[in-house]
């Protein structure tokens, strides 16, 4: 998590040193007229240039001011609560830290409470889960590291949750069931078949697979776990787009979403390959490399491909490649070419066992 604490007071100055004494990886941006011999960042542009930057790129952003200069700084840069950072705003005697957006996905909430708790300010939180001690479905998939879809319907979950209404939970691996075991209105489900026909009025589902028709649901949010490795060989010069275009292919194909990708799997001799490395920074993915030699050592069920070998050295490249990145052999997709591209899907599984499609 990146971490940026700015001030404009000379007290406020003192407060952002001391808080950055307490996180690792925090820049603290000052102005230049409150300049020492530190690691603090200093800058001597209006405040209204200073701060759209920091809010464009980091992951929490503290603000030791007033809450309106803040409000009215950034209110033109806001984007969605899928993007936007988490901001507090404090003031420079540190009685207050407000959570001011990003609450539940960005985590200003739980950063408005960790800042009150090195300060002993009082933490300012105005979501309704946080004030009636609920969990919240979007706090605990930031928390679980799980992306949400579709984002619209979280509101209406959450509401749910307020109200006291009857909600099924499929979560086979336990990934946020436990924050929601003493609520005895979550009915927890082992199957999409088993939720869908419970007597509730919504339903959320932890799930990497694909679900056709969930953007017509209002009833329905799917936190998706980034446990598929995507294996990837191509041609040379092959497109980002035609890459992207064959991955999403062969995973619906598959009932697999790509929301749950988690990593790029691919040769060493791909590290130049601007496509792929397109390809996964479009998709904020990590891409792994592995050599021939070890490609060759893995257990891919396909058979040997010549051309691989005569072109890069080894066997093959998309099924090893996932299998190694996702440390077992849970391939979930055997490799599938398409075009100029070859794609294969692992499962990097926390326990055994793979989900079924609506429990079959």
Same mark, same amino acid.
């Given at each position: 998590?990146?971490?940026?604490? *700015? ?18 990886? +925090? ?6 007229? &409150? ?7 200093? &800058? ?17 952003? *503290?603000?030791?001011? !007033? ?26 005697? !540190? ?102 026909? !419970? ?38 010069? +092959? ?10 292919? +062969? ?13 790029? !799997? ?95």
């Amino acid at each position: 998590m990146i971490l940026a604490i *700015v001030a404009i007071t000379e007290g406020g100055a003192q407060l952002a040193r001391q808080l950055g004494d307490e996180f690792p990886h +925090v820049e603290i941006h000052l102005p230049e007229k &409150f300049r020492k011999m530190d690691d603090c960042r200093y &800058f001597d542009i209006p405040l209204s240039q200073q701060l759209p930057p920091l809010f464009s790129r980091v992951d929490g952003l *503290v603000c030791i001011m !007033a809450t309106g200069i803040v409000i009215r700084t950034l209110a033109p840069h806001l984007k969605s609560k899928t993007s936007d950072p988490a901001v507090v705003v404090m003031d420079e005697a !540190a009685q207050f830290a407000i959570s001011l957006l990003s609450g539940h996905l960005g985590g200003a909430n739980d950063l408005a409470r960790e800042l009150a708790g090195i300060t002993g300010s009082q933490a300012v939180i105005t979501t309704a889960t946080d004030i009636r001690d609920l969990p919240a479905w979007d706090t605990q998939a930031r928390r679980e590291g799980l992306s949400i879809e579709p984002v619209r319907n979280i509101c209406t979950l959450n509401r749910l949750l307020l109200e006291g209404a009857p909600v099924a939970l499929v979560d086979r691996e336990h990934r946020v069931s436990g924050a929601f075991a003493h609520l005895p209105f979550v009915r927890r489900c082992a199957t999409f078949a088993e939720a869908l026909g !419970a007597p509730v009025v919504g339903r959320v589902f932890v799930s990497y697979r694909h679900l056709p028709g969930l953007e017509e649901r209002e009833d329905l949010l799917v936190l998706r776990p980034r446990d598929l490795v995507v294996g990837i060989g191509c041609r040379r010069g +092959v497109s980002s787009q035609e890459i992207g275009a064959a991955v999403d292919e +062969v995973m619906k194909a598959a009932f697999l979403s790509p929301m749950s990708l988690g990593c790029v !799997a691919t040769i060493d001799a791909k590290r130049d390959e601007e496509g792929i490395s397109a390809f996964a920074k479009s998709r904020n993915l990590p891409v792994e490399y592995h050599g021939a030699l070890v490609l060759n050592g893995a257990h891919a069920p396909s058979a040997p491909s010549p051309h691989a070998m005569a072109a890069v050295g080894a066997t093959g490249v998309a099924e090893p490649a996932a299998l190694l990145s996702a440390g077992n052999c849970n391939l979930l997709v055997t490799k599938k070419k398409r075009g100029a591209v070859t794609v294969a899907v692992a499962l990097r599984s926390r326990t055994s066992g793979a989900e079924t499609f609506l429990g079959r």
